[in-house]
């Protein structure tokens, strides 16, 4: 069960990695949106679905939890009759992977290989920050039967639709999915619009990681790209451009007072973020945050363990 005098997570905010069986999916609508070219956004609980859509088939980008399967699967006969031809996992957490099981009864789950990884062994989410999570291993049937180390390209819908791994973001199997044709790109949990992000440094997350990564992606994209974000409605570069200039600026105040010699206490004391203080959020605070910096680049292990049953 959560302690009481942890962070409160909600459907909305990155509800992946509470448990399933304490949320009412029941009453979860989903939402379709029309991205761009043939590619759609389905929100629901959890992460963002992606949809390539054509003659060819569905390609799908993540899907939730396993109690949304029919939902989503509904939603997208909402939008054609062609079946599901592949999906794509963006990382390992329950959110975005909960439904694999289901989809691939029909449709053969593609990832790259520490997701399959992380998914087989189960172990420990955090970000050592004060929020943990404990996940089981999955079934053989969740497992993805498709993996790559470093890239790999569906062709299918007129699109060369490529999932590109960038190693230590918000995990350390991250994939981040580029619809070329229809100038879109899906971030997975690389980039998220609800505040500071929860970075899975337990997991192989990193801060710095992330930042590297999006400060890679930002130039191969067109100017005009549209964002499918993790969490959150579609967005523009301009958002993430705005995002990794957080992620630098907080970055380097926790940094500056690491090479003076004070502790995580004084940084909190002296309230050094108070300048990034709308980025906090309902699940990843500031002080969390703060937190989360200073022992990414400590390295340094500390949180509360959050056990869900």
Do not use: C
Request: no cysteine.
């Amino acid at each position: 069960m959560m302690k009481l005098n942890v962070v409160v997570i909600t459907l909305t905010v990155l509800a992946g990695l509470a448990a399933a069986q304490d949320q009412d999916f029941s009453k979860v609508q989903m939402k379709v949106t029309k991205v761009s070219g043939n590619v759609y956004m389905l929100e629901g609980a959890g992460g963002n679905i992606g949809a390539s859509v054509g003659d060819d088939g569905i390609v799908v980008v993540d899907d939730q939890y396993a109690p949304m399967a029919d939902k989503i699967k509904a939603a997208l006969k909402g939008i054609t009759d062609k079946p599901v031809r592949f999906v794509i996992n963006t990382h390992y957490h329950e959110d975005h992977t909960g439904g694999n099981a289901i989809f691939q009864q029909s449709a053969p789950i593609i990832a790259q290989d520490n997701v399959r990884k992380r998914l087989e062994e189960g172990g420990i989410a955090g970000n050592n920050g004060g929020v943990k999570f404990e996940h089981k291993p999955a079934p053989k049937e969740a497992l993805p039967i498709i993996t790559f180390d470093h890239d790999v390209t569906v062709h299918l819908n007129g699109e060369d639709i490529r999932a590109l791994h960038f190693p230590h973001g918000h995990t350390d199997g991250d994939s981040v999915i580029f619809f070329p044709k229809s100038n879109v790109v899906h971030m997975g949990d690389d980039f998220v619009t609800y505040g500071f992000p929860f970075v899975d440094l337990s997991g192989g997350g990193s801060v710095e990681g992330m930042t590297a990564a999006l400060e890679e992606i930002i130039p191969k994209l067109p100017a005009d790209v549209k964002v499918i974000p993790g969490h959150g409605p579609v967005s523009n570069l301009d958002d993430v451009r705005r995002f990794v200039a957080m992620l630098k600026d907080t970055t380097a105040v926790v940094a500056k007072g690491i090479r003076q010699g004070k502790s995580i206490d004084q940084l909190k004391q002296e309230n050094v973020l108070a300048p990034w203080q709308k980025w906090s959020g309902d699940f990843i605070t500031s002080e969390q945050w703060l937190v989360t910096v200073y022992n990414d680049l400590t390295g340094k292990k500390d949180g509360e363990f959050i056990k869900h049953n």
